[in-house]
């Protein structure tokens, strides 16, 4: 087995994530079995508590971890499936610790970072070898070099390297190759600087990534081998892609990534077949017909907040031979100037998940005005709960219908807390979370999209359909689609007599990959774009 680890310097954002997830898909290409994970320093034992202010999305997978948005790229870009194995933090590693010193494992020794912290670290490296068994296993360390919260991680990583052979293991260090105005000139001092702070540890990257937004010439390849003590072949430039991320794999092979890395770990394969991936970006980058899609949410300032909502979107756009714009409207901006203001152009309407109440009137709007012009809707997670807010008030007359969520004391809680969410105080991975079956209902449009009876997806919520309605809604014309299979569940709303107009209570966008789309993201655009030559 092979380990490959993902550092990065200088600055964050600057795109490791999409190189580890991209080294990944060119790996996978060459034909190996390849696993991405992410090691986060922080201290949350996950991102389920954090705001996406703070931390963008919030991916689940299929166990129901709730994780960093890099997994999200890496289920993306390769085929692998995740588990909460794949995303270790501080707040994991410490509380292991922790605990095991509570249950007397160290019993006699004083509890340390070195070794006790650091054998935790490797201790889950082991174990995602021996349980998922990849040819090759990718780990990005998330932070930047120099943070004292990832000291561990290195010094574990240090450790790790020399107990599997040099042979076996990889540093990659991603970094910033700034471009100097005054100057006229990229420069490389501050990655000289990152990659002397990772050799003070005790590591020597092998390659540099190095993303800067102008061509790196040979004389600044020269410059950084020379100083970072690299091969001047393993300075992989990483320029800015303008179209799509997913042409990010490509750029890397042309600059030879996947192949210095094979060189090191002494891995004989094949150049990879990249045929199909290149057809799926030119079909993103060059599409014939356009849509706009409204995306209204309460963290729409935030690119990251809806990440595999908007990647989803592109997916789907591809399937379609349509380039997707998404307009991100904020909900409150609905409530204070009207939804035909910010609405009237798209072709199609999207409200995705959320929690808290602030902006939910402003969805109500949106999908009132998605339902009465015929708009194709599009509801995800708390979206289906807003559909049927919206619905129950203003097609079944149910004056005060809310979510108990946002009002207790509502007269019609057509939204109401999960049965068994009723006993839970604990606000960490305590929701409805991971892969659930619902079976769909024969002869509805989710039927017909999926083309199976049943399905198995994503979740991550406290409340739910109130079936106590079910029957007034659909004499009034919104039908459950499809529920749990023992039928307790309400998991899909739909309106037959409606262009389009689907909600779900889970979160299909984590499941959509570029090169096979979601089939409910895929029909929703279909939609969006029959809206749209109808229009015009
Ligand atoms: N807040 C809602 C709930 O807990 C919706 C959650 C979501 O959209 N992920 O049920």
């Known amino acids: 087995m092979k380990y490959i680890f993902v550092t990065g310097g200088v600055v964050s954002s600057l795109g490791k994530g999409l190189a580890a997830a991209s080294l990944g898909t060119l790996l996978e290409h060459r034909g190996y079995r390849v696993l991405i994970q992410k090691f986060d320093p922080y201290l949350n034992v996950d991102p389920g ?19 960093d948005l890099d997994l999200g790229h890496y289920e993306r870009f390769t085929s692998g499936r995740l588990s909460k194995l794949n995303n270790l933090t501080s707040g994991q ?3 292991t610790v922790i605990q095991n010193e509570r249950a007397g494992k160290y019993l006699g020794s004083t509890v340390q970072v070195i070794p006790h912290v650091t054998d935790v670290i490797k201790e889950r490296i082991h174990e995602v070898s021996e349980k998922m068994k990849p040819d090759i296993l990718i780990t990005e360390i998330g932070g930047t070099t120099g943070d004292i919260e990832g000291l561990p991680f ?71 081998a020379m100083f970072c003590n690299v091969q001047k072949e393993a300075v992989i430039p990483f320029v800015d892609v303008n179209g799509t991320i997913y042409e990010a794999p490509l750029k890397l092979y042309e600059e030879g990534l996947d192949r210095i890395v094979c060189e090191r770990l002494g891995l004989k394969s094949e150049k990879p077949d990249l045929v199909a991936w290149r057809n799926m970006v030119d ?31 592109t997916h789907a756009g591809a399937a379609n031979d349509t ?33 808290g109440e602030r902006g939910i009137e402003g969805k109500v709007l949106a999908a009132e005005y998605a339902r009465e012009n015929g708009i194709p809707f599009f509801g995800i997670c708390l979206g289906m709960q807003i559909a049927t807010i919206e619905f129950a008030r203003n097609v079944c007359h149910l004056e005060g219908a809310h979510s108990q969520e946002f009002q207790d004391d509502t007269p019609h809680p057509v939204i109401h807390l999960l049965e068994d969410q009723k006993s839970v105080t604990k606000k960490g991975g305590s929701m409805r979370l991971g892969l659930w079956d619902t079976k769909l209902r024969p002869g509805s449009k989710v039927r017909e999209l999926y083309g199976k009876d049943n399905i198995s997806e994503r979740h991550r919520h406290r409340y739910e359909f109130n079936q106590d309605y079910r029957e007034q809604f659909e004499k009034a014309g919104l039908v459950l689609a499809g529920t749990s299979l023992e039928g307790d569940l309400g998991e899909i709303v739909e309106i037959p007599n409606h262009p389009f107009f689907i909600a779900v209570q889970f979160h299909p ?28």
Do not use: W
């Open 93 to 95: 590693v410490y509380e």
């Open 283 to 313: 079909r993103i980058v060059n599409p014939t017909h356009r849509v706009r899609i409204a995306v209204v949410g309460k963290y729409i300032e935030l690119q990251d907040a809806y990440k595999s909502i908007y990647e989803a979107l």
């Open 154 to 224: 290195l010094e574990g990583l240090r450790q790790f390297k020399d107990e599997v052979g040099h042979e076996n293991v990889a540093f990659i260090h991603a970094t910033l190759i700034p471009y100097i105005k005054a100057a006229e000139e990229l420069k490389t001092k501050p990655t000289q600087q990152s990659v002397a702070k990772l050799r003070e540890i005790g590591i020597a990257p092998d390659v540099l990534v190095c993303r800067s937004e102008y061509p790196i010439d040979d004389d600044i390849k020269h410059k950084l």
């Open 49 to 67: 508590t954090m705001s996406p202010f703070q931390h963008g999305e919030v991916y689940v997978l299929d166990d129901g971890a709730e994780t």
């Open 323 to 355: 380039k997707v714009r998404v307009d991100r409207i904020d909900s409150s901006d609905i409530e204070k100037e009207g939804a035909a203001e910010f609405l009237q152009k798209a072709n199609g309407i999207l409200i995705p998940g959320g929690f």
């Open 509 to 536: 966008e984590f499941l959509s990959k570029p090169t096979a789309p979601h089939p409910l993201f895929r029909g929703f655009v279909e939609a969006a774009l029959k809206y749209r030559k109808k229009e015009v």
